[in-house]
Each structure stands twice: as C-alpha cells, then as structure tokens.
C-alpha cells in the first residue's frame, strides 16, 4: 500500500519539496508587501515570534498526523476520529481555494519572466512601455486565461509524474537554483547607491507602529505566518503522510521554518532596498508592490534590469510552482487514498488532470475580472460584490480576494486553532510525542509544545480568526 501512495525517496528530497511547499509568493511578494504596509521592522518582529510560538507546534503536529496515518487529510483526520473528518474535508477545500488564484498568479509570474528573458536578447515582447504593462496585461483576459493554462498545465504534469517522480524531482533542481538567483540579485541590489535605507526600514528597531496599531500588524503577520508556512490546511499533513519513519519530525519542521523564514527575509532584502534605490524609499505599493512597482525598478535600472528582472521574475516562476504543485498533491492525493481504500487502483494521473481542469474553471473570474479594476476600466467581468449584490468589507472587490478571504483569512486560522485544540485537549501530546519518537530520536520541549497546542495557539487563533470575522462582515 505503501508504494501505491508513492513516497519521498530521500530526507533531502522531502524537506526541499517541503521547503518548496513553504516558500511561494506568500514570501516573495506578500511578505515583502506586508512589511511595506506593516511598519517593516515591527512586522518582522511579530512575524518571528508567531513563528516560534505557534508555527512550530502547527508545522509538528501537521507532520506527525500524517506521518502517523500514513494518509492526506480526510483520511487522516477519520482515522484519529471520525468527528473530525470535516477538518479533513477542509483541509481540501482549502487548497481548493487558494489554487483558484494561486494559479493565475503563477500564470502571470511566468509571462513576465519570459518578457524579460527574451528582452535580455533584445527582443521586445511587452507590446507596450515596461511601465505600463501591468495595467494593459490585466485586462486583456484572453492573454491571462491563456498564461493560467499553461501554468495549471505545468503543475498536473508534475503532480501526474508522482511524488519521487515529479514533485521531488523538480524540487531538487528548483530549490537550490531559486536561492542561488536569489543570492544574485541581493547581492546586485546591495551595492545600489541608497539600498542601505531599505535596510533600516526592515532591521532598524522601531515598534512605533506596534503601538499605534498592535492588533492591525499581529493580523497581518499571522495571516502571513499561516500562508507562508503552509499551515492549517492539508499540505503539511499530505506531505508528512510521505515521510519515512525513521526521519525525526522536529528536526524538519525546524529546518522547513527556518528556510522559509529565511527567504521571506532575503525577498525583502531585494524589494525594500530596491524601492529605496529606485522608487525613492516608497515602501507601500501594496499588492501592487511584485507587479507593478517592481517593474518600475528594473525599467530604472536600465538594460541591467532586463537581467536582473528575469532572475528575479523566475525564482518567483520557481516559487510559485513549487507551492502551488504541493497544494494540487493534497487534492489528488485525497481521490487517490480514497481509490486505495475502496481497493481500486490509485489513479493518480487521471485525478490530478481532473483536478487541474475543474479548478481551471474556478480560476476564470480572476483571469478575466482584471483584479478588480472594474468593466468600466476595462475587466471582461465584473467582481464578486457586484455580480452577488454583497457589502464589501475589509478586502479589495474583487475574486482574488474574495477567495482569499475565505481560504488564508477564515478557514486557514480555524483549522490550525481546530488542530491544536485537538492536539492539546483531547488526543493529548503524548499522540505527537509518540509519533515523533519513532524514529529514535528524543522529543524535545514536550513542555513548551504542550502550553503551544493547549493555549497559545489555540486562543491567539482565536484572536486572530475573531479579528477577520469583525473585519470582513462586522
Ligand atoms: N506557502 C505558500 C506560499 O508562501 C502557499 C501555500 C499555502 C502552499 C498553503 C501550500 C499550502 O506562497
């Protein structure tokens, strides 16, 4: 059965698609971003001790539940009660969403990668100024609906290929490729005259905006935490149900946050001193920030920027796939262990075809509604509040945001405050401890993991989940 499901062929091979999971443009585009509208280094701070206090326990259990079940969360969470499975069912939809604008992110990043590739070479294919493309390209639906599919394409071909076969394999190229090119461009946009201010917007002590705006910035960050780590959803979960039994559990969720924590860092080590050096020191360009103002920066940096541009437009490609390829795994490894317990045959090419397409449909409204400029400004469709007739309150009209808010702003949160609820109250740590001890090696901070699972996370949770509710419908 074992071999049915697939599994990682090496340790190495697991943490780098893990890490490949972790790292995404929840790092290279919302973190940076956030940061910008966060007061920079407050953020960072409550970024770091979210991560310390309530991802590491989260990233732990996700790994040993589905290392102990040996299955992708429906299937895990019946096996440990069967009250549960709709935290299972959850962890599906969830991925669902997300997908449904993470592809055509994707999509996009990989359009601007090869403009500027092919631009290196002298060959223009943006159509109309570098600065303006992104306002043209957004509404031309067509031209994003088509970039989505080959995107969607990309991944179901990976996820087809297996986990050793596809993800794995990718994955160990990838990963290591994507931090050398990061390294490049850090490195460029250090000796930049001006970058030292982007600095000291990031690492200067200063938690002014702490004060001001405490609960404003702790949302943001946990929001971001969530996302950026893959947590409270499946994919940590399916991707534990890969992990051999002789690999300690804590030593790779140690490894899996500390590298995405690092890349988140070393993304604002290029956007906030480039904004410095180029875009006079204007750190909140928002969403806007990976699309827009960057493109700015590279067209300020003169030819350089051509290169420069697609190091930086590909290692997001390199990213984004590499997440959103761990989240399409998480639902086709739902149809497959449900093909294996009903003794079928696994059928993983045909469900992760299946899923790319039924997904591909739910992309549309956000390839064609222009991120919500508007029809009058030129979106085929129009966005959700105005199809539906619904209050928009506390995220941007339009679907990418729309499914946002249910995935990383609702659903995520719950399922993580669910987990550690159950982890701490009911299955008790001892169901971790056990798991993690497996392999041989001694479970450290029982202690502290136990406060983790039985209050921290489940009251900041709480908090948190309670402060999205109020923003989006109080
Ligand atoms: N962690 C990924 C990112 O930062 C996104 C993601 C979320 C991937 C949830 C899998 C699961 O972009």
Not at 183 to 190: P, Q, S
Not at 356 to 384: K, M, Q, R, S
Not at 399 to 409: I, K, R, T
Request: glycine fraction near 12%; charged fraction near 10%; hydrophobic fraction near 55%.
């Amino acid at each position: 059965m074992e071999n049915n499901r697939g599994s990682f062929g090496s340790n190495l091979g697991f943490i780098l698609a893990a890490v490949g999971s972790a790292v995404g443009l929840g790092n290279i585009w919302g973190f940076p971003y956030k940061m910008g509208l966060n007061g920079g280094f407050a953020f960072l701070l409550i970024y770091l001790v979210l991560a310390i206090f309530v991802g590491l326990a989260v990233m732990i259990g996700e790994l040993a539940i589905g290392r102990k079940t040996g299955m992708s969360p429906v299937a895990a969470y019946r096996k440990l009660s069967k009250k549960f499975t709709w935290m299972g069912y959850m962890a599906v939809i969830v991925p669902f969403l997300i997908l449904c604008f993470y592809f055509v992110l994707g999509g996009m990043v990989m359009r601007y990668a090869l403009s500027y590739l092919t631009a290196i070479f002298g060959w223009d294919t943006w159509g109309v100024p570098v600065t303006e493309f992104f306002g043209t390209f957004i509404c031309n639906g067509a031209s994003v609906v088509i970039w989505t599919a080959i995107f969607i394409a990309l991944n179901a071909f990976i996820v087809a290929a297996g986990v050793a076969g596809g993800i794995e394999k990718f994955c160990k190229i990838g990963m290591p490729a994507l931090f050398v090119m990061l390294l490049a461009v850090i490195i460029y946009v250090a000796v930049q005259p001006g970058a030292m201010d982007g600095y000291k917007f990031m690492f200067g002590w200063n938690i002014e905006p702490l004060k001001t705006d405490f609960l404003g910035v702790l949302k943001a960050a946990a929001g971001q935490m969530f996302f950026s780590l893959s947590l409270g959803m499946g994919a940590m979960i399916t991707y534990g149900s890969y992990l051999q039994k002789k690999e300690s559990v804590q030593k790779n969720a140690v490894i899996i946050i500390v590298c995405d924590t690092l890349v988140a860092i070393m993304a604002g080590m290029i956007v906030m001193p480039a904004c410095a050096a180029f875009l006079n020191g204007e750190y909140g360009g928002g969403p806007g920030l990976l699309f827009a103002s960057m493109q700015q920066v590279f067209f300020n940096m003169g030819y350089v920027g051509n290169i420069i541009g697609f190091l930086f437009y590909g290692l997001v490609f390199i990213a984004a796939i590499s997440s959103s390829m761990s989240l399409l795994e998480v639902i086709t490894s739902f149809k497959v262990d449900q093909n294996i317990e009903a003794g079928k045959a696994p059928g993983r090419k045909k469900y992760a075809i299946i899923a790319a397409v039924i997904i591909f449909v739910f992309c549309l409204p956000v390839a064609l509604d222009a991120l919500g400029t508007g029809v009058e400004n030129g979106a085929p469709i129009a966005y959700p509040a105005e199809l539906f007739g619904i209050e928009v309150k506390g995220w941007n009209d339009c679907w990418l945001d729309f499914y946002d808010m249910l995935s990383e702003g609702i659903m995520m949160p719950l399922g993580a405050m669910v987990m550690a609820f159950m982890i701490g109250w009911i299955w008790k740590i001892d169901m971790v401890v056990e798991e993690c001890e497996l392999s041989g090696h001694k479970f450290w901070g029982k202690t502290f993991f136990d406060i983790c699972y039985k209050i921290i996370t489940p009251i900041g949770m709480a908090f948190v989940l309670y402060a999205q509710i109020m923003t989006f419908f109080g």
